[in-house]
């Protein structure tokens, strides 16, 4: 923003000194009497003054646009972000669900494996034992 500020007094400024100067160019090279000239230069100033409020006015909307314009997209990017993570976070949760879901049907099937393998022991231990 202090970038945009010193950008737009340098124009100004610059349109100013560039209008005066060719102003004053152009009076130099005129021939006119003392009056004349002095009635021209009044004019020309009050033309100067004129542009250069009409441009500041001017640059003050273009810069009021400019930060609306840079709110209404921070604002839409917030709202993105914000339902961006919202569904990672729904994602997530499903994630969870579905791997707590396996883990107690693992768990379900590592406790058959184990009664069955042991089932099998005491059965050779029995065999073995009447043998």
Same mark, same amino acid.
């Given at each position: 923003? $202090?970038?945009?500020?010193?950008? %737009?007094?340098?124009?100004?400024?610059?349109?100013?000194?560039?209008?005066?100067?060719?102003?004053?160019?152009?009076?130099?090279?005129?021939?006119?009497?003392?009056?004349?000239?002095?009635?021209?230069?009044?004019?020309? *100033? %009050?033309?100067?003054? $004129?542009?250069?409020?009409?441009?500041? =006015? =001017?640059?003050?909307?273009?810069?009021?646009?400019?930060? /609306?314009?840079?709110? =209404?997209?921070?604002?839409?990017?917030?709202?993105?972000? +914000? &339902? +961006?993570? $919202? /569904?990672?976070? $729904?994602?997530? /949760? +499903?994630?969870?669900? %579905?791997?707590?879901?396996?883990?107690? *049907?693992?768990?379900?099937?590592?406790? &058959?494996?184990? *009664?069955?393998?042991?089932?099998?022991?005491?059965?050779? =231990? /029995?065999?073995?034992?009447?043998?």
């Amino acid at each position: 923003m $202090d970038q945009d500020r010193g950008m %737009g007094k340098g124009l100004l400024v610059g349109f100013l000194a560039g209008s005066v100067v060719g102003a004053i160019i152009a009076l130099l090279y005129a021939p006119k009497s003392g009056r004349e000239f002095r009635a021209d230069i009044r004019q020309k *100033t %009050g033309e100067l003054k $004129d542009q250069a409020e009409e441009y500041v =006015k =001017k640059a003050r909307v273009r810069a009021l646009d400019v930060v /609306n314009e840079g709110k =209404k997209r921070s604002d839409q990017i917030v709202t993105d972000a +914000k &339902k +961006k993570a $919202d /569904n990672i976070l $729904d994602d997530a /949760n +499903k994630l969870m669900a %579905g791997i707590r879901e396996k883990s107690g *049907t693992v768990a379900e099937q590592a406790a &058959k494996v184990k *009664t069955a393998f042991r089932a099998g022991v005491d059965a050779y =231990k /029995n065999e073995r034992s009447r043998s």
